[in-house]
């Protein structure tokens, strides 16, 4: 299993990047849409997992044309008008990162592609 992680907070990326290696799931990770759609193109990823961002509303759509991967937003929004706008777009799922064990989060990336 794959799992891209797109977020602008390089320290968040690099926690969550952690603790998915420490459970044997291999991690890409970048700051930007930019780099994460050159990433798609060039190797297949399971799962993205992603920040809510501004540009990112208008980017879902696209990820979901361009790969099968499932899109879980990783965030700590709890705004059900910003959740229920991704989920129209195509995010399968979220996580909310301050009410979320490591284990946990390891638990729910490996559910999101079974």
Do not use: W
Request: glycine share 4%.
């Amino acid at each position: 299993m794959k799992v891209l992680i797109i977020d602008p907070n390089k320290q968040t990326r690099q926690i969550h990047t952690e603790i998915l290696r420490e459970a044997g799931i291999e991690t890409v990770g970048t700051n930007n849409l930019r780099t994460a759609f050159h990433i798609l193109k060039t190797m297949k990823c399971n799962v993205i997992l992603t920040e809510v961002f501004s540009e990112l509303i208008d980017s879902i759509s696209l990820f979901g044309k361009m790969t099968k991967s499932k899109i879980l937003l990783l965030t700590n929004t709890c705004e059900e008008r910003v959740i229920s706008e991704t989920m129209r777009y195509g995010v399968s799922g979220y996580i909310i990162k301050s009410r979320v064990s490591a284990d946990e989060f390891v638990r729910l990336i490996r559910l999101s592609v079974v």
